[in-house]
């Protein structure tokens, strides 16, 4: 079974606060992905990355950065929270198939930036 | 600019009826389609895939409908259950480049006992 692991289930954290949110997966997938989910809105793409030490900005990555130093790892980092980051943190991987492969989701961390 | 649509936020269903979830799409590129199932507290699970190439995907109780002239989509869920009460996303994706999942809003599915 694919296991995507996320560090924090839940995280509270003040205005201008660094905040590292990490992501575990164990099936030796080379993509994995940070999406946020909000109401209304469904599942947006923050950043992805198909291999190590490579990334690639999705539709709103503003305000965040990424890191991949490890195939199973990629780590979500928000330079200086801001009270419209509160959120629900989903990450995901998947493999480099030769086609679309369903991704894998972990938890989730549902952050709040007071 | 939502290129995936799910009009609908939410949907009632009578267990053991059919539930039916609607996905509308903008991109044309769009070759790949999926949905998935969330619940509280969980991330969203992965349910059934289409192709472009196909109209039709059966997995079950699940099936999907692909009308790519209507950029349409549609999730059948039949009969429904109880533990089918999630939220339902569609995806899509080109099947070519970097696999990336543009989602939907979701859809709130009930299943009334």
């Known amino acids: 079974d694919v296991k995507v692991t996320q560090s924090s289930r839940y995280l509270v954290k003040r205005t201008g606060e660094k905040v590292f949110l990490e992501c575990v997966q164990d099936?030796?997938?080379?993509?994995m992905f940070w999406y946020r989910q909000d109401p209304g809105l469904g599942l947006r793409l923050i950043y992805f990355s198909y291999d190590v030490k490579m990334k690639e900005k999705g539709d709103i990555p503003e305000g965040y950065s990424v890191s991949r130093e490890k195939k199973e790892r990629f780590s979500l980092i928000l330079e200086s929270a801001s009270t419209n980051q509160t959120s629900m943190y989903l990450c995901?991987?998947?493999?480099?198939?030769?086609?679309?492969?369903?991704?894998?989701f972990g938890p989730g961390t549902r952050l709040t930036v007071t | 600019d939502q290129q995936v649509k799910q009009n609908s936020p939410s949907l009632s269903v009578q267990e053991g009826r059919i539930s039916i979830l609607n996905c509308d799409y903008t991109n044309s590129m769009f070759d790949y389609f999926l949905w998935y199932k969330k619940y509280p507290a969980e991330g969203p699970t992965f349910l059934i895939s289409?192709?472009?190439?196909?109209d039709k995907n059966e997995d079950g109780r699940f099936t999907v409908f692909l009308n790519k002239s209507a950029k349409h989509l549609s999730l059948h869920i039949v009969p429904s259950q109880p533990g089918d009460s999630a939220v339902y996303f569609c995806?899509?994706?080109?099947?070519?480049?970097?696999?990336?999942?543009?989602f939907g809003q979701g859809t709130r599915l009930t299943i009334n006992p």
């Open positions: 289409i192709s472009s190439i196909k």
């Open positions: 995806a899509a994706s080109e099947l070519l480049g970097a696999q990336k999942l543009v």
């Open positions: 099936m030796d997938h080379e993509n």
């Open positions: 995901a991987s998947s493999s480099q198939g030769g086609g679309v492969d369903e991704q894998y």
